[in-house]
């Protein structure tokens, strides 16, 4: 939440020449893939897992992996929406900006689940609800923000 502020005041900061506005939009893009890509891998398994064609250890172990490109996706769409002029008085973009939050902190959470899951021969009920919540709620995060960067763009 603390880089989220730091973007939004950065954003106010700065006043970026129309070049850098247009590689910011694809280096916006880029991250998107990257970023929503490794969401949805890690989703698709945990799909799999869920439908008995996958082992919880495959999910967690693919989830261990993408973390990076997931982090390095979402730190590079603050990163560049900071340099693409958000219109913060627009409601659509506040509500693009809540879900970026929301999915930093279901990532730091789902961390937390992901570790405990990996310790565990036989995770509880408990445990594996609160993942399944998670990548619901990250699901929504993403896409909503993604469609709200597609019906905003410019």
Request: with cysteine; net charge positive.
């Amino acid at each position: 939440m603390v880089a989220l502020a730091g973007v939004v005041l950065g954003s106010h900061l700065v006043d970026p020449p129309p070049a850098l506005h247009t590689a910011a939009q694809f280096v916006h893009l880029a991250c998107v893939v990257l970023g929503l890509g490794s969401v949805l891998a890690v989703d698709w398994l945990g799909l799999r897992w869920q439908l008995g064609r996958a082992t919880l250890r495959e999910v967690v172990s693919t989830a261990a992996a993408l973390a990076v490109p997931i982090w390095l996706g979402l730190s590079g769409l603050m990163l560049s929406g900071m340099l693409l002029s958000p219109d913060y008085e627009s409601t659509i973009t506040l509500v693009k900006l809540a879900m970026v939050g929301v999915a930093g902190v279901v990532g730091v959470l789902a961390l937390a689940v992901s570790r405990r899951l990996a310790a565990r021969t036989s995770p509880s009920r408990r445990l594996l609800r609160a993942g399944l919540l998670m990548a619901a709620t990250s699901q929504l995060a993403w896409w909503t923000a993604t469609v709200i960067g597609f019906l905003n763009r410019t």
